[in-house]
């Protein structure tokens, strides 16, 4: 296996504050990743370093070989490196179709030309197909014309990803993805985030708090404390990690 | 350009750099503290200029006791363009910015049916001499603008550095959920930062008035200048303002001296194309997180 | 029931010259140019970015145009795309350092720009005019019309505008334009992490309102026969931008009431003489705070809904 996604050195300050400190990891291609870290440990930061949200200090960023640190987050996302948000990021005034079909922006595009004249509509047709197609493999489909806004919040997590998914994605960074759910909803996300891997071959990371998930889905966990990679290694490994346990202990969370 | 014309324009350039600034810096507080676009900031420069046009020319108030004037009551109608405008559009800055659009026309209208709408030079001007400093010649009417300025400007610097409340006002510019912690409380800060606004703008309005032709339609002269200082100087940052002013005061003076006033207008905007281009933030201005 | 209404509103569209006093087709004709200024304007607010230079644009074209005319001797049918792609081309210099800055930024810097465009007119004697700005422009010549009348000109801009209006129109349905930008408004970080290239999008909508902006100045400047830089200052911008709080711009048709609505304001307001701005600063202000969705926010959802598709509930 090849590593799809590498960060060398990254660093990112924030005036006096630094947020992520010389981060190195590796993650492999087909890999289901955890990254995990008490509060403030540079989770989130460091997927917005990956995906384009933030421009490193210093250190540098990967895909494949492609060097990626600094660049725009569109065409990261072109290269094929998403994520998804902490919150429910919708297009709220559109249906959960429309945002999806939105979401097949980088698959479906249209030149001014192209919709003054009308010769898009065959290919807005498809584009409709392939954005139902992939509600009703995450299971949103029967909310196909629901206005995404009024969808139920565990759903409205899951369209996240559906979005994330439309975009053809090599690597997939869900940001807590299972944040706010109850029990049936964790194990649909899951589920889920198993099969985008197992069906589709999508290398996923995620950011998580909920260890019980992390553990059950993750291959490999990597955690993060005050900015820096504390430990690496597969589940069972970081659990019984005394370094582990002690950066958690130091906080409000348990590792499971 | 020969040497005393050099020194003859770098004076006036300060003095026209210093009433850009405090025209500026209250725009700057305002957008900083509370994200209030002020649309109509012209509008309050205007008014006091009034000010002085009816307490001195018409009413034979003394110079000096009329400019003071100026602050309480300008910065009374900028508290009153926070309660009734900015307040019910918060969050939303647009709203605020065009509904203070729509605000700047009914003050041009007010006092234009009120007092007249020709143009208006008949403030007679109250300190006619003339300081000299070898080959340069400053009215003093000019002249007192510039240590009128600075007054104003140090003791802005004292309120937000030493005062509770100035403090206030700059943690909410910096982070205003933690400044709401605080307990100050929104709507006084954004009451403050617009009754500073209002106050500066209303007192460099009055200082000019002996010196422009007082009508009611004088704040789109300085308001495209204004902005143009804002984002000079980096949106929200007050120091960043102070030192855009003094600069585009430069550019405005030297360029006004070798061309005209139209010109120099275009070169500033030249130069905040510029600005835009090579650092977005402006000069020392920092991004949001 | 959509095409009957079409159908009404094109018929009327059509005799209205006949339908009404001679003075008020006058007021028809500036009413179809605004609406397309109005409607110009809207596809800049889709993404987000209320340009206060919008106005300028109208200016390029009617400047563009008109020197096209008496100096170069180009007849209108010339001069009219011309002005339709001066416009676009000033707009394509101006957006390059705008979509550095957004919000209360870009509000300011693009009316420092447009008063950049606008001061030129000012200044530049040779060949704009300068403050008195230019006269005798001719009017459109298509063999024996005479478009200095006002109803042979109406039908000329209703032509143009209706061809104009459907194209914009076309862009605002189409679901991989214009869904885009309006996803580009209501979510712009998730618009990027999809892959949308955020500055493309907000570029293309100004310059393509630009372009229309340009359009409508041409049918302004051979209908008035002369314009100076005042037909385009900071307080006509604020009308349109009054014209279009007052309709509403989240669908297509906001404008359209805004441009109708205070047409008919502006006209029954004569009588008030001075007294009109502080009026219409007013009715800004109520607007903003009571009713920002504008007009088109009081019509029945289904009304303004899309509807075509059968799996689309909202526009």
């Known amino acids: ?256 | 350009m020969d040497f005393p014309t050099f020194l003859q324009t770098v004076a006036n350039s300060v003095v026209l750099g210093s009433i850009y600034a405090t025209v500026a810096v209250g725009l700057a507080l305002a957008f900083g503290v509370m994200q209030m676009a002020n649309f109509a900031h012209g509008e309050l420069f205007m008014g006091g200029a009034y000010v002085v046009y009816v307490l001195y020319a018409l009413g034979g108030v003394p110079f000096p006791l009329a400019v003071v004037a100026a602050f309480p009551i300008i910065a009374l109608l900028g508290m009153l363009t926070e309660r009734f405008i900015f307040r019910p559009t918060r969050g939303n800055v647009l709203a605020g910015f065009m509904a203070t659009a729509g605000l700047a026309l009914i003050l041009q209208v007010l006092v234009g049916q009120t007092w007249g709408v020709g143009l208006m030079r008949s403030i007679p001007t109250p300190y006619m001499a003339i300081a000299e400093f070898g080959p340069v010649r400053l009215g003093w009417q000019r002249l007192i603008i510039i240590p009128a300025a600075f007054i104003m400007m140090g003791g802005l610097w004292l309120f937000l550095h030493k005062t509770k409340w100035g403090k206030g006002l700059r943690a909410c510019a910096q982070d205003p959920e933690a400044a709401a912690i605080n307990g100050i409380g929104n709507n006084k800060m954004a009451s403050l930062s617009m009754l500073i606004a209002g106050g500066f703008a209303g007192v460099s309005g009055a200082l000019m008035a002996p010196i422009l032709a007082v009508t009611p339609y004088m704040g789109h002269g300085i308001i495209v200048t204004a902005f143009v200082v804002v984002i000079v100087g980096g949106m929200a940052s007050i120091e960043g303002a102070v030192l855009a002013a003094f600069l585009l005061g430069f550019i405005h003076t030297f360029t006004t001296t070798l061309f005209d006033a139209v010109v120099s207008t275009m070169v500033g905007v030249a130069f905040m194309a510029l600005v835009l281009v090579v650092k977005p933030t402006g000069l020392l201005g920092r991004v949001k997180q | 029931m959509r095409i009957l209404l079409l159908i009404v509103v094109a018929a009327l569209a059509v005799a209205a010259p006949y339908l009404v006093p001679e003075y008020y087709v006058e007021i028809l004709v500036l009413f179809l140019i605004n609406l397309l200024l109005a409607s110009s304007y809207r596809l800049l607010t889709t993404t987000g970015d209320w340009s206060l230079s919008h106005v300028v644009l109208m200016g390029v074209g009617a400047y563009a145009t008109a020197l096209a005319a008496k100096l170069l001797g180009w007849p209108f049918w010339l001069g009219l795309p011309l002005a339709g792609v001066a416009s676009a081309v000033i707009a394509a210099a101006l957006v390059y350092p705008l979509l550095r800055t957004k919000g209360f930024g870009f509000f300011i810097a693009s009316f420092a720009f447009g008063e950049f465009v606008r001061l030129i007119w000012v200044k530049f004697t040779n060949p704009f005019g300068g403050p008195r700005g230019m006269i005798n422009i001719p009017t459109p010549e298509l063999g024996s019309i005479d478009f200095f009348f006002a109803t042979p000109y109406y039908y000329l801009t209703l032509v143009i505008v209706a061809l104009c209006l459907w194209i914009l129109y076309r862009i605002d349905r189409a679901a991989l334009i214009g869904d885009v930008m309006k996803a580009i408004y209501m979510d712009e970080d998730l618009a990027r992490s999809i892959g949308v290239k955020v500055n493309h999008y907000r570029a293309m909508a100004f310059i393509t309102g630009g372009f229309f902006a340009g359009i409508a100045g041409a049918l302004l400047a051979h209908r008035l026969g002369a314009i100076d830089p005042k037909n385009f200052d900071i307080n006509v911008m604020v009308y349109l931008v009054i014209w279009v709080v007052v309709g509403g711009t989240k669908t297509f048709w906001g404008p359209f009431l805004g441009v109708i609505v205070m047409t008919i304001i502006f006209e029954t307001s004569r009588p008030l003489l001075e007294w009109r701005p502080l009026l219409f600063g007013g009715i800004l202000i109520f607007f903003l705070i009571f009713m920002p969705g504008g007009l088109e926010s009081l019509l029945p959802k289904r009304w303004t809904s899309r509807g075509s598709s059968a799996t689309e509930v909202t526009g």
């Not at chain 1, 200090?57 to 600094?70: C, K, L, P, W, Y």
């Open chain 1, 1 to 256: 296996m090849t590593a799809i996604l590498r960060t060398d050195a990254v660093t990112m300050r924030f005036g006096g504050v630094t947020a992520v400190d010389q981060l190195t990891m590796e993650v492999m291609e087909g890999e289901i990743r955890g990254l995990i870290g008490p509060n403030g440990a540079g989770k989130t930061t460091s997927f917005n370093l990956i995906s384009g949200a933030l421009k490193p200090t210093s250190g540098r960023v990967f895909f494949r070989d492609q060097e990626i640190s600094g660049r725009d987050a569109a065409d990261i996302a072109e290269l094929g490196v998403v994520r998804t948000f902490q919150r429910p990021a919708l297009f709220g005034d559109f249906t959960v179709l429309r945002n999806l079909m939105v979401a097949r922006h980088l698959h479906a595009r249209e030149s001014l030309l192209q919709a003054v004249l009308g010769s898009g509509r065959a290919m807005e047709a498809k584009n409709e197909g392939i954005a139902m197609d992939i509600l009703r493999f995450i299971g949103l489909d029967k909310y196909a014309g629901m206005e995404a806004a009024n969808l139920p919040y565990g759903h409205q997590r899951a369209l996240n990803v559906a979005a994330a998914l439309a975009t053809e994605p090599k690597v997939l960074m869900l940001d807590e993805p299972v944040a706010g759910m109850n029990p049936v909803e964790k194990e649909a996300m899951t589920g889920l985030i198993r099969r985008l891997r197992d069906e589709r071959g999508i290398t996923i990371i995620l950011v998580e708090h909920d260890m019980r998930t992390v553990m059950g889905v993750c291959e490999r966990v990597t955690v993060l404390d005050f900015g820096k990679k504390l430990a690496e290694g597969t589940p069972r490994e970081i659990a019984n990690d005394p370094r582990v346990i002690e950066a958690y202990l130091g906080s409000e969370e348990t590792v499971a």
